[in-house]
C-alpha cells in the first residue's frame, strides 16, 4: 500500500529540467521575438538594424582574428624601393590581411554590415530568401571590403567587381549547399509557438507542441489557457496540470491574464 503511494507521488513529480536547455530555449525565444518585431518595422529601419547588428558581429569576429595575427609583423616595403604593380598588390594583400584588431575590425565589421543590410533589402523587394539576393548581397560586401581595406591592384574598379563577384560565386556556391542540408534539418521555429516552444522545453513536454499546433493554441492563446482547453487536444492530466501551473506562475502570462 505504502510502496503504491510513493510511486504516485513519484510520478506526479515534474521531470528534472536541464538547465542548458532552458537557456537555449530561452536564447531562442529571444531570438524568434526580435526577428518577429524586426520584421514589422519599415524598411529602413529594419535595413539599418540589421546592418548595425551584422557590423557589431563582424568586428567582434575581426577584432579577434586581429588579435590572434597580432604577432605577425606587417610587411613593409623597403625605404625608398620601387614595386611593381604585381609586387605591390601582393603586398596590400598581406596588409589588409595581417592588420591590428582594430584594422581587422574594420574591415570585417564593413563586409558584415553590407551584406547583412543588403539581405535584408532584397528580402524585403524580392518577397523571399533566395540565392540570387544572397549572391547579390555578397557582392556588395565583397566590394565593400576591397574599397575599406585597399586589397588588391592599382586598377580600382576592376578589384571592386572581381572581389564582388569572387565573394558572391563563393556565397552562392554555400548557399546552395546550405540548401541541401537543410532539407534534412528540422523545421524552423514557428514564431506563433515560439514562447510555446520554450515553455514546452523548459517542462520537458516538447512533443505536446504538436498537440497545441493542432488545436491553435498560439502563444497569445497562453494567457487562456484551461484544463478543458488542453484536454480536446489530447495533452494528458499530468502534463496538462504541470502547463496550467508553470502558465499560473509566469509574471508576464499572468499580467495579461488579468
Same mark, same amino acid.
Given at each position: 500500500?505504502?510502496?503504491?503511494?510513493?510511486?504516485?507521488? !513519484?510520478?506526479?513529480?515534474?521531470?528534472?529540467?536541464?538547465?542548458?536547455?532552458?537557456?537555449?530555449?530561452?536564447?531562442?525565444?529571444?531570438?524568434?521575438?526580435?526577428?518577429?518585431? &524586426?520584421?514589422?518595422?519599415?524598411?529602413?529601419?529594419?535595413?539599418? !538594424?540589421?546592418?548595425?547588428?551584422?557590423?557589431?558581429?563582424?568586428?567582434?569576429?575581426?577584432?579577434?582574428?586581429?588579435?590572434?595575427?597580432?604577432?605577425?609583423?606587417?610587411?613593409?616595403?623597403?625605404?625608398?624601393?620601387? =614595386?611593381?604593380?604585381?609586387?605591390?598588390?601582393? =603586398?596590400?594583400?598581406?596588409?589588409?590581411?595581417?592588420?591590428?584588431?582594430?584594422?581587422?575590425?574594420?574591415?570585417?565589421? !564593413?563586409?558584415?554590415? %553590407?551584406?547583412?543590410?543588403?539581405? @535584408?533589402?532584397?528580402?524585403?523587394?524580392?518577397?523571399?530568401?533566395?540565392?540570387?539576393?544572397?549572391? %547579390?548581397?555578397?557582392?556588395?560586401?565583397?566590394?565593400?571590403?576591397?574599397?575599406?581595406?585597399?586589397?588588391?591592384?592599382?586598377?580600382?574598379?576592376?578589384?571592386?567587381?572581381?572581389?564582388?563577384?569572387?565573394?558572391?560565386?563563393?556565397?552562392?556556391? &554555400?548557399?546552395?549547399?546550405?540548401?541541401?542540408?537543410?532539407?534534412?534539418?528540422?523545421?524552423?521555429?514557428?514564431?506563433?509557438?515560439?514562447? @510555446?516552444?520554450?515553455?514546452?522545453?523548459? &517542462?520537458? &513536454?516538447?512533443?505536446?507542441?504538436?498537440?497545441?499546433?493542432?488545436? =491553435?493554441?498560439?502563444?497569445?492563446? =497562453?494567457?487562456?489557457? @484551461?484544463?478543458?482547453?488542453?484536454?480536446? !487536444?489530447?495533452?494528458?492530466?499530468?502534463?496538462?496540470?504541470?502547463?496550467?501551473?508553470?502558465?499560473?506562475?509566469?509574471?508576464?502570462?499572468?499580467?495579461?491574464? %488579468?
Amino acid at each position: 500500500m505504502g510502496d503504491g503511494k510513493q510511486g504516485a507521488m !513519484v510520478i506526479g513529480l515534474p521531470p528534472q529540467q536541464n538547465p542548458i536547455t532552458q537557456i537555449q530555449a530561452k536564447l531562442k525565444e529571444i531570438e524568434t521575438g526580435f526577428k518577429c518585431w &524586426l520584421s514589422k518595422q519599415s524598411l529602413p529601419v529594419e535595413a539599418a !538594424v540589421s546592418t548595425a547588428t551584422g557590423a557589431a558581429q563582424g568586428a567582434a569576429i575581426g577584432g579577434l582574428m586581429g588579435t590572434l595575427s597580432g604577432a605577425t609583423p606587417v610587411p613593409t616595403p623597403p625605404p625608398g624601393s620601387a =614595386l611593381n604593380p604585381q609586387a605591390l598588390a601582393s =603586398l596590400q594583400q598581406a596588409q589588409a590581411l595581417a592588420g591590428g584588431p582594430l584594422i581587422q575590425a574594420r574591415n570585417f565589421a !564593413v563586409m558584415t554590415g %553590407v551584406n547583412a543590410g543588403l539581405s @535584408t533589402v532584397m528580402k524585403r523587394i524580392r518577397g523571399k530568401e533566395d540565392v540570387e539576393s544572397s549572391m %547579390v548581397a555578397a557582392f556588395g560586401s565583397g566590394a565593400a571590403f576591397s574599397l575599406v581595406s585597399g586589397m588588391g591592384g592599382p586598377n580600382l574598379a576592376m578589384n571592386v567587381v572581381s572581389s564582388g563577384l569572387f565573394f558572391a560565386l563563393i556565397q552562392g556556391a &554555400l548557399f546552395k549547399v546550405g540548401e541541401k542540408f537543410s532539407k534534412n534539418a528540422g523545421p524552423a521555429v514557428d514564431p506563433y509557438y515560439a514562447r @510555446t516552444g520554450s515553455m514546452l522545453s523548459t &517542462l520537458g &513536454l516538447q512533443q505536446y507542441e504538436k498537440n497545441f499546433k493542432k488545436g =491553435l493554441l498560439t502563444d497569445s492563446t =497562453l494567457p487562456l489557457l @484551461t484544463d478543458s482547453a488542453l484536454k480536446d !487536444v489530447n495533452i494528458p492530466p499530468g502534463p496538462r496540470l504541470l502547463i496550467l501551473d508553470h502558465v499560473q506562475r509566469d509574471p508576464e502570462l499572468k499580467s495579461r491574464r %488579468v
